[in-house]
């Protein structure tokens, strides 16, 4: 599922504003609880990080390159 900044800056605007509804374009969603949108806001930051690093926007692991050497004795 494909998440977008603006619904994270929603979701975390609800949720400092004390409000469980939030509002995406013509979308409305109530949440049941503050515990339910925080869990909300995980899922759409995990989304973005994924989308990200599938796209090549965010890097992934980092590489690792050892170089050895040696006298040749």
Same mark, same amino acid.
Not at 1 to 8: G, R
Not at 35 to 50: F, N, P, Y
């Given at each position: 599922?494909?998440?977008?900044? %603006?619904?994270?800056e929603?979701?975390q605007t609800? =949720?400092t &504003?004390?409000? +469980?509804? @939030?509002?995406? !374009?013509?979308? %409305?969603?109530?949440?049941?609880s503050v515990?339910? =949108?925080? &869990?909300?806001? +995980?899922? @759409?930051?995990? !989304?973005?990080?994924?989308q990200?690093?599938?796209?090549?926007?965010?890097?992934?692991?980092?590489?690792?390159?050892?170089?050895t050497?040696?006298?040749?004795?």
């Open positions: 599922m494909s998440f977008t900044q %603006t619904q994270l929603a979701l609800a =949720l &504003q004390g409000e +469980r509804r @939030v509002s995406f !374009g013509d979308k %409305t969603v109530e949440y049941r515990d339910e =949108l925080r &869990q909300a806001i +995980r899922e @759409v930051k995990r !989304g973005l990080s994924e990200a690093a599938s796209t090549g926007l965010w890097p992934g692991a980092p590489r690792q390159i050892r170089v050497t040696s006298k040749g004795f």
